[in-house]
């Protein structure tokens, strides 16, 4: 609760995305990031953007980091192809871990933090 005595909503209650008045659900995406054959784990979170309100951001783990290098393209051109349009992620980034909650559940926040960070925008 701020000093105005709204209350904001934070951590996986808030997991969808609002990218320009679309609703957009992080599992969808990450289902179908799944099925691509050179991809071992994928995530994804909400990021904030100026004009959209919010832009998808997908963290991946590949099967095999040392074989064919798999780029940030190809992810794109996969989702193009089986999702609308919208919810192709804006962002990619190749991660070798995720940061994990003791009960091994993604911590989505921290994600949304370090996206922020590496990308160099601010955290809303």
């Given amino acids: 609760m701020d000093e105005h005595g709204y209350i904001k909503i934070v951590g996986r209650t808030k997991e969808?995305?609002?990218?320009?008045?679309?609703?957009?659900?992080p599992r969808e995406v990450e289902e179908l990031l799944h099925t691509h054959p050179d991809i071992l784990d994928a995530y994804v979170c909400?990021?904030?953007?100026?004009?959209?309100?919010?832009?998808?951001?997908?963290?991946?783990?590949?099967?095999?980091?040392?074989?064919?290098?798999?780029?940030?393209?190809?992810?794109?051109e996969y989702c193009k192809q089986r999702i609308t349009y919208f919810k192709v992620p804006k962002y990619i980034l190749f991660v070798d871990s995720f940061p994990l909650t003791p009960a091994g559940k993604v911590k989505k926040f921290v994600m949304k933090e370090e996206s922020c960070r590496i990308l160099g925008l601010t955290v809303k």
Avoid: F, H, S
Avoid at 53 to 66: F, H, M, R, S, Y
């Fill in 16 to 25: 969808m995305i609002i990218r320009g008045g679309e609703n957009i659900y």
């Fill in 46 to 76: 909400g990021i904030p953007d100026e004009r959209m309100g919010e832009e998808v951001c997908a963290w991946i783990q590949l099967k095999d980091p040392t074989g064919k290098p798999l780029t940030v393209d190809d992810v794109r």
